[in-house]
């Protein structure tokens, strides 16, 4: 079997799928066709992972029809935004070969534009609608996210919730004691994106905040960031580090008490209420509790899973923190970080591609 993956910019989760499809299923021969920079360069990895790598240059639809005749693909994994590359492979097949159309950001849930260094399509709604509609399977995120999808379009054949779970092969093998170092201030960090444009990665007023109830909050951004490496600089308690790849990252979170994972609902709170980030699992994965804001999706798989807590107000973190057992929390996660993995449920993705290959499926004539 043969999947090609597209991506319009470097994507986390591709890089995790790529790397539990390789640990599982070894037989299963991967390639990605994206645009922008490759893996390794925005994550210090990923790019060894696939047997072939096709640029998309200026002219993509030329460019993919290349890669599609070299590779031969009996499946198109496609990730948005936007979700042009999805559209680009239906054309081009024809109905021949199945495409996985994979949301992990719905553009008709944001007021802010996707910041991915390509200029935004004429139409990105209508794009959105026939990449759903014209797919032959849908994969989000959260069920909440699928929810949402389904109110405004009809759903391809087959659909599925697969989490942004954390990456086994990059977790520590083993945790400090659930009690250590919680006997001082506590020790936050944040890992992600970060932006300043008032949508929801623009986190520079919630990280004031933090910090001025005596918590301590150390930024691993996915991206050099001047902008917030010169608030740390003014801004005492709050620290800036500069980018480092998954693997390592996820080898120094355990050294903090906990996690942020709440984000700036301003602009783009329906959007953030179908999200479920890759940093809630790779907290959870390295230790860590989360603590969020009580976004929909967010704040349902916190509190049911006890992955953290939830704060309706970040000028509430402190007193929130303070009555939370953290010991507690911590203890419970290292015993189930393993269970939260895309090693240790990525065979209902394979499940999913052994579906689209051998059955017949509405809408797919394969020649």
């Given amino acids: ?113 996707f910041e991915d260094g390509f200029p935004a399509p004429e139409d990105p709604l209508d794009l959105e609608r026939r990449a759903v509609e014209e797919s032959t399977a849908l994969v989000t995120v959260s069920p909440e996210l699928l929810e949402e999808i389904g109110s405004r379009y009809t759903l391809p054949p087959l659909t599925g919730v697969f989490p942004n779970y954390a990456l086994e092969r990059d977790l520590p093998p083993g945790l400090p004691a659930p009690d250590d170092h919680l006997d001082g201030p506590v020790r936050m960090v944040y890992q992600g994106s970060l932006a300043t444009n008032g949508g929801h990665y623009d986190l520079r007023d919630i990280f004031r905040s933090i910090v001025g109830q005596g918590i301590t909050l150390d930024i691993y951004p996915v991206r050099e960031s001047p902008a917030y490496e010169a608030l740390a600089e003014e801004t005492p308690g709050l620290r800036y580090h500069d980018p480092i790849s ?98 240790g449920n990525i065979g209902r993705i394979t499940t999913l591609y052994e579906t689209l290959v051998r059955e017949p499926i509405a809408g797919i004539s394969r020649v």
């Fill in 246 to 343: 998954p693997d390592r990252l996820l080898h120094v979170l355990p050294t903090f008490d906990c996690g942020w994972v709440g984000f700036n609902d301003g602009l783009d709170a329906a959007h953030l209420a179908s999200a479920l980030p890759n940093k809630v699992y790779e907290y959870a994965g390295s230790g860590l509790p989360s603590v969020t804001l009580p976004h929909r999706a967010l704040s349902r798989l916190v509190v049911d899973e006890g992955l953290g807590i939830v704060v309706d107000d970040v000028s509430s973190v402190g007193s929130a923190l303070a009555a939370t057992d953290l010991p507690a929390l911590r203890g419970g996660l290292a015993e189930r970080r393993w269970q939260l993995t895309f090693e």
């Fill in 1 to 113: 079997m043969r999947v090609l993956f597209l991506q319009q910019q470097p994507c986390a989760r591709v890089r995790k799928y790529a790397a539990a499809l390789r640990a599982v299923r070894p037989d299963i021969e991967l390639a990605i066709a994206y645009r922008g920079q490759t893996l390794t360069e925005t994550y210090g990895t990923g790019d060894e992972l696939f047997s072939n790598w096709y640029r998309l240059g200026e002219r993509p639809a030329r460019d993919l029809r290349q890669a599609i005749g070299d590779f031969g693909p009996d499946i198109f994994h496609s990730h948005n935004l936007p979700d042009s590359l999805t559209v680009l492979a239906i054309e081009l097949c024809g109905g021949r070969v199945p495409v996985i159309h994979d949301v992990h950001d719905l553009q008709s849930l944001r007021k802010t534009p």
